[in-house]
Nanobody, 124 residues
Framework: VQLVESGGGVVQPGGSLRLSCAASGFTFSSSDMIWIRQAPGKGPEWVSSINKGGISIYYAKFVAGRFTISRDNAKNTLYLQMSNLKPDDTALYFC??????????????????RGQGTQVTVSS
């Protein structure tokens, strides 16, 4: 299993970024996926989830309509479109594969694999 995030960077408050997560080594189209983030000095935080078919989507409250999760099963890729970014969104963003038997829990989900992360920095 390999998950590789990309698309992070430095943006000003109010700016936008699109994160991508390239998946390989497993049947991506059969897996629910999540985005999580971890800010410096804080624990991991669940951001959003999407089921294998891309129909059931959920967001953490702090997203407040600013982020959109999506997936392209033909390309084995997960996305997170982020807009109206705030300094509090500064964090390392990870994609992870949901697993009910996973041994890592974040928010309402457990996962078994995650990527190395992509850094998002929101600063003026």
């Amino acid at each position: 299993v390999q998950l590789v995030e990309s698309g992070g960077g430095v943006v000003q408050p109010g700016g936008s970024l699109r994160l991508s997560c390239a998946a390989s080594g497993f049947t991506f189209s059969s897996s629910d996926m999540i985005w999580i983030r971890q800010a410096p000095g804080k624990g991991p935080e669940w951001v959003s989830s999407i089921n294998k078919g891309g129909i059931s989507i959920y967001y953490a409250k702090f997203v407040a309509g600013r982020f959109t999760i999506s997936r392209d099963n033909a390309k084995n890729t997960l996305y997170l479109q982020m807009s109206n970014l705030k300094p509090d969104d500064t964090a390392l963003y990870f994609c992870a594969r949901v697993s009910f038997t996973g041994n890592v829990e974040v928010g309402p989900f457990k996962y078994d694999y995650r990527g190395q992360g992509t850094q998002v920095t929101v600063s003026s």
